[in-house]
């Protein structure tokens, strides 16, 4: 667990603001250890005797992101099947290390990736990639604001497109 995991929940909309002093409390605990420590703290020790509501909010998130991850594993066992060194690569060093960098948060990351995607026409990844900028704290207005700016640039094609596969993503009912 990690502090960008605190973030994100403190970010979400579906936390509880009365457990947003316990949340800061919490980050303030993992910038002291790591102040004070060379080391990433041992979070599975700390955090249980500290916060152990914190554990009940990943649960839920998990909860709510079941769906999501369901189709995400569909789609990673598909390019397994055909390409299994390259879902290793992705999983290790793109997820398990670039992803998690500290040169730029996970949101500035979601947002790089968004434009990219959108840029280079690629609505297949876009739509995961949008999904993860939302998980990171980027909002549908922002999204839509960065697609707006976006077709000056890539094309007004390619934005349409990726409106179209974001309206899927935020709405995935209809």
Known sequence: M????CNSVMNSQK??????PGLQAFEMLLLA??????????????APRF????????SL???LMADTSSSVAAAREKVRAVAPKLMDLTEQVLFGDVWERPGLSKRDRSLITVAV????????????????ALDNGVTQDEIGELITHLAFY?????????????HEVFNPSQ
């Open 2 to 5: 990690r502090l960008t995991f």
């Open 15 to 20: 936390t509880d603001p009365s457990n947003l």
């Open 33 to 46: 250890t790591r102040t004070y420590s060379p080391r990433e703290p041992d979070l599975e020790r700390l």
């Open 51 to 58: 916060f152990p509501w914190i554990f009940s909010l990943h």
């Open 61 to 63: 998130k998990e909860e």
């Open 117 to 132: 995607l959108l840029a280079t026409y690629r609505p297949e990844q876009l739509r995961g990639h949008l999904q993860r």
């Open 154 to 166: 890539s094309g007004w094609p390619a934005s349409v497109t990726a409106a179209t596969v974001a």
